[in-house]
């Protein structure tokens, strides 16, 4: 049974930083794209980091580029995502999906990758 489980969101203020995890099971995990894409409060699904199987290529939306930090323990079965300088747009829902293929679609949907958790709630009061 596939299962991927976020867990660290927080409330924390402007600036600050939080790192959210995603353990992996139930595939072989190095051998899949790990995406996180965030939901906030009363809109879209958005697109925000991707890394490749082998963790040495990373891509992040305009967004959160400098700021957030993608990687990936093949060992742990664990992705990451380091969020420095917090903003009050990034409050979000933050899900980890997971597909055999990198893509980077203009607009996302719940379900257009593989695998999908059930995310966790990033919140950066203003």
């Known amino acids: 049974q596939v299962q991927l489980v976020e867990s660290g969101g927080d409330s924390v203020q402007a600036g600050g930083s939080l790192r959210l995890s995603c353990a992996a099971s139930g595939f072989i995990f190095s051998s899949y794209w790990m995406y996180w894409v965030r939901q906030s409060p009363g809109k879209g699904f958005e697109w925000v980091s991707a890394?490749?199987?082998?963790?040495?290529?990373?891509y992040y939306a305009d967004s959160v580029k400098g700021r957030f930090t993608m990687s990936r323990d093949k060992g742990k079965n664990t992705l990451y995502l380091k969020m420095n300088s917090l903003k009050p747009e990034d409050t979000a829902m933050y899900y980890c999906?997971?597909?055999?293929?990198?893509?980077?679609?203009?607009?996302?949907?719940?379900?257009?990758?593989?695998?999908w958790g059930q995310g966790t709630q990033v919140t950066v009061p203003s």
């Open positions: 890394i490749s199987s082998d963790g040495a290529t990373t």
């Open positions: 999906a997971a597909d055999v293929v990198f893509s980077r679609p203009s607009s996302i949907t719940k379900g257009f990758y593989l695998y």
